[in-house]
């Protein structure tokens, strides 16, 4: 089993820019990949970005270009650098992980001011 903490998320003006962070711990030599998702109020949850154990990323149309991806194997960790950050953006990013049961964090709220 592989236990997923988010941190880094708050309030940022338009145009600003935050870094999500997501801390593995447990079963970590057997995830195989790791995402961001997003839930907006009234929404479904989506996929933000995707980093698998080759460094591969994938990204949803609507961050690239702004969100990057990346993961730091001796820390554990996967981040997530947001910039150009729009209102729309707002919403609680969650943590995914695959090892190969899937774990969810807890969740991280972003608000975007416009």
């Known amino acids: 089993q592989v236990q997923l903490v988010e941190s880094g998320g708050g309030l940022v003006q338009a145009g600003g820019s935050l870094r999500l962070s997501c801390a593995a711990s447990g079963s970590i030599f057997s995830i195989n990949a790791m995402a961001w998702y997003r839930q907006a109020p009234g929404k479904q949850r989506e996929l933000v970005a995707f980093?698998?154990?080759?460094?591969?990323?994938k990204y949803a149309d609507s961050v690239k270009g702004r969100f990057t991806i990346s993961r730091d194997n001796a820390k554990n960790t996967v981040y997530l650098q947001m910039n150009s950050l729009k209102p729309e953006d707002t919403a609680v990013y969650y943590c995914w992980a695959v090892s190969p049961m899937v774990s969810w964090g807890q969740g991280t709220q972003v608000t975007v001011s416009s």
């Open positions: 980093i698998n154990s080759g460094g591969s990323t």
